[in-house]
């Protein structure tokens, strides 16, 4: 993976290295959204400019010639959002479009990194909460991604058997579960970025609610074994339901993307003394001590990977503000090959009007 160097710009960066890696003379990137040309091996790409605002457009071809150049779109899911005119060795069309897709790739990743740090410089602005939305909003890529190309198989192959089309039908209606429930995470983490966290507690079965994040998360869960145990019975009890659920998945999204893909993450819960115990363990590298003393700080991101991961550094300082809201407290126990956060509540039994 290319790592971002500072002061030079990502898309330099990328072509310098596409350069190096196909022995190439010439390349040029158009990227769409702010119409910048890049160029490396060549200062004016005033020749070829049309032919790849072109490539660039929706519906535009891809990938055509423009001797000496090879043009080729790259696309977000359907949608191109940049082109590339490579000049050198020869390339066959499938080898083109596969670096189109690994640029494509690149780019979003730099510019959900951009993204992470306009957060860290907006914090304490008014222009926080847009940011984290746009942010988040990168998130919604990999559902619509797989709803799109249902949808465009099965409008391009109007006499799929039914059984193929069933299948796309349920992949597109999973994954747009999967998109709203992204989308109220993203407007209830820009709402909780509050000082106070008002919850109107219901009686709700913790087993049921946490089977219903787990659910909830199966695209970026995937493969991963994620195992839910109850030690004795947990009777329903009163607490926010939709809040805690969020919480939850700051929790078990955390432990998803910072841990290798082969360890399992764990839930388990138990009621002891009249205290509820909900832990997330993952089987990790751990947390150093020097982080763990900041881990719930609003925008505290690890150093080690705010350049690798995108996100917000929101996360947990809100889970644990709802959890704080709930009378209870959000704790981490850290060591190398195991962490576990643990959310204590008090278990009170009540009804709730």
């Known amino acids: 993976m290319l790592q971002i160097e500072t002061g030079v710009p990502f898309s330099e960066q990328l072509l310098q290295r596409l350069v190096q890696v196909f022995n190439l003379q010439e390349a040029v990137l158009y990227e769409r959204d702010d119409g910048n040309f890049t160029c490396v091996g060549m200062a004016n790409p005033e020749g070829i400019q049309n032919s790849l605002r072109s490539a660039a457009a929706p519906g535009g071809t891809s990938p055509q010639d423009k001797p000496p150049f090879m043009i080729v779109a790259v696309s977000r899911g359907s949608e191109p959002v940049a ?53 988040m909003a990168h998130e919604f890529k990999t559902p619509l991604t797989l709803i799109r190309a249902a949808t465009t198989s099965l409008l391009a192959n109007p006499e799929v058997a039914t059984a193929n089309r069933t299948e796309q039908l349920a992949i597109a209606d999973e994954e747009a579960k999967h998109l709203q429930q992204l989308i109220d995470d993203a407007i209830e983490m820009a709402r909780l970025d509050t000082a106070h966290i008002e919850i109107h507690p219901e009686l709700a079965s913790l087993e049921q609610t946490l089977r219903e994040v787990v659910a909830s998360m199966q695209t970026e869960i995937d493969e991963r074994r994620v195992q839910i145990a109850l030690s004795g019975a947990v009777p329903p009890m009163p607490f926010d339901k939709r809040l805690l659920k969020l919480a939850i998945r700051q929790l078990l999204d955390n432990a998803l993307k910072y841990t290798p893909a082969d360890t399992p993450v764990e839930i388990g819960a ?80 009540q009804e709730v009007a």
């Open 83 to 135: 082109s590339m005119a490579l000049r050198g060795a020869a390339m066959p069309a499938g080898l083109l479009e596969g670096i189109a897709n690994l640029v494509a790739i690149g780019l979003e990743r730099a510019r959900a990194q951009d993204l992470a740090r306009q957060i860290e410089a907006a914090r304490q602005s008014e222009q926080l909460r847009t940011t984290l939305i746009d942010a």
């Open 270 to 349: 138990y009621i002891k003394d009249g205290v509820l115990t909900v832990d997330v363990t993952d089987y990790g590298k751990g947390i150093p001590d020097e982080e763990q003393r900041r881990i719930f700080d609003r925008f505290y991101r690890s150093p080690a990977v705010s350049e690798q991961i995108p996100g917000s550094g929101l996360g947990l300082s809100i889970a644990a503000g709802i959890v704080r809201a709930h009378n209870g407290e959000l704790t981490l126990s850290s060591h190398p090959g195991q962490t576990t956060f643990r959310i204590t509540l008090p278990a009170l039994r």
